[in-house]
């Protein structure tokens, strides 16, 4: 029999007769690595793996840059960067939309895209049934085919013989050419595509509305495209100066899907935050296997005087480590993968890429093997080597008395340091998400959200665009929604708040020196609102006036401007003498025309919008003097907005029944959205930091624990001599509590590296946040005091002769 499997069957035996500590350690194990094994599981697949398509390194984003900003671009770009590149193989236009399809009971609103064809070729991805779009359906008047994902196809009712077939998409006919395969397109919002057909007057160069994605020629670099689209657009601008003076291209490769830095920035702090929790388990499991060791002494001292060296015991010390870390690593994944399936039951919608597929794939599980691996020689090495060392002859003198080494003492006392130092580091991270969350919830958002419920009109964009027929269609859906009992007052809107006005603009103040070059000039928010839009959302006017129904097409062009929009650009100045030129918006025109100038008549009070962080200039027009064809809905209640959804939709479906409101919300609702990935990292922050809690609570208690074992004979003696039990209560609770204090201590160094790792992620918080410092140090030396209480109480509970007697 090889020496590893004997030390594997001696090992086995062992833990069979010490069941609670294995389970113990076991539990302990499988806690730390299942927390990191989901969590990486999330990393792995969003930050890491691979993009699930064909030649993944090749496809690249191209985006318009201005100012040093990313933004989207115009038909007449994509276009002429499509005919004068040379180092893209492929390039691809989409853009987001909304299509009403009919259904049985009545029209249902789904996101889309319109893509140019051949778009799903070039990623590579299979189709269950059916086809890509062909070359000729690009053309206005053959773009009537669809695409649908395998989800939408099964929602239809899973027709197999579907290709071909004709569905009703806002009122038209579409054939339905092709089904994608299930899983990757089913994750993303997006249920259906049709082809994107630019019509003349959408090819333009100053309207900037399209996402583009390519494929590099073969043994193309992305410096090298890059180089050859900046020459692209030093041609293009040089052509059309008006539209592209100012303007560039970046040339970046696809990866997780345009993910937020913020939100790359959370993912890995919480790897960090697991990867504390498996150092605390680790601390722990040493503590216990340096308590075994320790009343294993005269076993080993025999093991040692029968002629096992120092080297068997220590290959047989780490043997059982490894087997624990083993069978705590298998059933860490078990309860990695509960853990996941609970973190993707609370994960807000869009927090990750559609691309990110969270399964314990290969790398996820060998990083589990790894993390077990170097767990199981982190808690064994220490224990394992001072086992090692015993001294049989001195050891077997002693009888049945364990001496505890000053030299182990100390360890086990650093363990515990060490661990309440991680601890705090944890906890800070989950006190400062805490105190950022509560200061979210204290801004003040400049509107009222109770009892108002939103949602959109996606208008189909066959739909007339005539103005006064816009204005018409709205002011009746406006009257037939006001006309329902409960409600107090309607408003349309382009934008919604607490998302944004609606569009970007740039723009100027008239009576200002012009800029050469138009790319500088600022930017602002800009939206089209009813005259109720403020009495709906309960948004003060602040100074001046806001809009009335006087202010339509044929009355002088106004607008009224947030709080912060004064503050940035007319400071010192009169707001209500200034007027502003901003180029038309023209419904279903992707064109912008000539400049107007909107008088300025009325301040609103700033309303928070893009989660909440920062204020943002924004301007506000009336919706009858510049009406769009696609407009959202607010309308103020006075019972549960919830309740009314169905009379509402009654009364829009009065006036137009192929509309389906799209997404309604009540604004508590649209309030906790924007909050919702804020709120979702609260709750690991704080779950992971309750768990390093109880880790380093156990932790001090297993050493007071088995101190007070040890000192059994010296605590007896000093009841004996004399002392109370308060006093030994006294003496056994100071001892726990230095060395948390100590490991508090050390523990603040930590925390400020892990507030200044999280600063960008975090609202009104320095790096280091005295009150949330001082709290979780409160509750951390709280736990440990708890912890220190139970083994000093049982010390004190002790009969002196008794336990003399017995020494």
């Not at 509560?438 to 959200?449: C, E, F, I, Q």
């Not at 009355?555 to 929009?565: R, T």
Request: glycine share 10%; proline share 5%; hydrophobic share 45%.
């Amino acid at each position: 029999m090889s020496s590893f499997l004997r030390n594997l069957l001696y090992s086995l035996r062992g833990f069979a007769k010490n069941p609670g500590l294995t389970l113990t350690i076991l539990l302990t194990l499988a806690l730390g690595i299942g927390a990191n094994t989901a969590i990486f599981t999330i990393d792995y697949a969003t930050l890491l793996a691979p993009l699930p398509y064909r030649e993944p390194d090749q496809l690249v984003v191209v985006w318009s840059k201005i100012q040093g900003f990313h933004n989207g671009i115009s038909a007449g770009d994509f276009t002429d960067w499509r005919r004068e590149n040379s180092t893209l193989r492929d390039l691809h236009a989409f853009t987001g939309s909304s299509f009403n399809i009919a259904s049985k009971e009545q029209p249902e609103n789904i996101d889309g895209r319109q893509v140019t064809t051949g778009y799903y070729t070039m990623f590579g991805r299979p189709f269950f049934l059916g086809r890509d779009f062909l070359p000729e359906e690009g053309v206005d008047g053959k773009n009537h085919v669809v695409i649908l994902t395998h989800k939408l196809w099964m929602h239809l009712g899973e027709n197999r013989k579907i290709i071909g077939q004709s569905m009703r998409i806002d009122g038209q006919p579409y054939t339905v050419v092709g089904v994608l395969s299930p899983g990757l397109d089913d994750r993303g919002n997006d249920q259906l595509a049709v082809p994107l057909v630019f019509k003349p007057e959408q090819l333009n160069h100053d309207f900037h509305w399209l996402l583009s994605i390519g494929r590099l020629k073969p043994g193309v670099t992305v410096q090298q495209a890059q180089k050859d689209m900046d020459s692209v657009a030093l041609h293009i601008a040089q052509d059309n100066p008006k539209s592209n003076k100012g303007w560039g291209v970046f040339v970046e490769p696809l990866k997780n899907d345009f993910l937020p830095s913020e939100r790359k920035q959370t993912l890995w702090l919480l790897l960090g935050a697991v990867a504390f929790i498996l150092l605390i388990a680790c601390v722990n499991v040493a503590n216990l296997l340096l308590a075994r060791g320790l009343a294993r002494q005269k076993e080993l001292a025999v093991r040692a005087a029968l002629g096992a060296s120092r080297r068997t015991i220590f290959e047989q010390l780490i043997t059982e480590s490894l087997l624990l870390a083993t069978t705590g690593g298998l059933l860490g994944v078990g309860v990695g993968y509960a853990l996941l399936r609970g973190l993707i039951a609370i994960m807000p919608e869009g927090t990750l890429p559609k691309e990110a597929d969270l399964t314990l794939n290969l790398p996820v599980l060998l990083f589990t093997l790894i993390a077990t691996t170097l767990a199981g020689f982190l808690f064994g090495s220490a224990p394992a080597w001072y086992a090692s060392r015993v001294d049989p002859g001195e050891t077997l003198k002693e009888g049945n008395r364990t001496g505890v080494g000053s030299g182990r003492h100390r360890l086990r006392q650093s363990l515990v340091i060490g661990e309440f130092a991680l601890a705090l580091a944890l906890l800070a991270g989950a006190g400062l998400a805490i105190h950022s969350f509560l200061n979210l919830l204290r801004v003040d958002l400049g509107l009222r959200t109770d009892h108002v419920l939103t949602f959109f009109l996606p208008v189909p964009d066959s739909r007339p665009k005539d103005p006064e027929k816009i204005v018409a269609y709205y002011r009746q859906i406006l009257d037939r929604v006001s006309a329902v009992p409960g409600v107090t007052s309607t408003s349309a809107m382009t934008g919604l708040p607490l998302f944004g006005a609606g569009f970007g603009m740039p723009f100027t103040i008239v009576g200002q020196p012009a800029f050469n070059d138009p790319s500088m000039r600022p930017n602002t928010g800009f939206g089209m609102v009813t005259p109720d839009f403020f009495k709906t959302f309960g948004i003060q006017i602040v100074k001046g006036r806001g809009f009335t129904d006087q202010d339509t097409a044929a009355s002088v062009k106004v607008a009224v401007v947030n709080e912060e929009f004064v503050k940035k650009y007319f400071k010192g100045s009169d707001p209500l003498r200034q007027r502003v030129s901003v180029e038309q918006l023209i419904p279903g025109v992707t064109k912008l025309g000539p400049a107007v100038e909107w008088q300025i008549v009325g301040v609103y009070h700033t309303v928070r919008s893009g989660g909440f962080r920062q204020d943002r200039p924004e301007m506000e027009i009336p919706f009858w003097q510049i009406p769009w064809s696609t407009a959202g809905i607010g309308v103020r209640t006075i019972n549960d907005p919830g309740t009314m959804t169905k009379s509402i939709a009654a009364a829009i479906h009065s006036v137009d029944p192929e509309i389906a409101l799209a997404q309604p919300r009540s604004m508590e609702e649209v309030r906790d959205l924007v909050l919702s990935n804020d709120r979702f990292t609260l709750i690991l922050f704080v779950c992971f930091a309750v768990v390093a809690l109880v880790l380093a609570a156990i932790g001090v208690y297993g050493v007071m624990s088995f101190s007070v074992a040890q000192r059994t004979h010296e605590v007896a003696l000093r009841m004996a001599l004399g002392a109370d039990r308060s006093r030994v209560v006294t003496l056994i609770v100071r001892e726990g509590l230095i060395l948390a204090g100590i490991g508090l201590s050390l523990g603040l160094i930590g925390a400020y590296f892990v507030g200044r790792g999280m600063q960008k992620t975090l609202y009104g918080i320095g790096h280091m946040d005295i009150s949330a410092f001082a709290s979780v140090s409160l509750v951390l030396l709280f736990a440990a005091l708890i912890a220190c209480l139970i083994p000093a109480w049982r010390a004190a509970s002790v009969e002196p002769m008794q336990a003399l007697r017995s020494e």
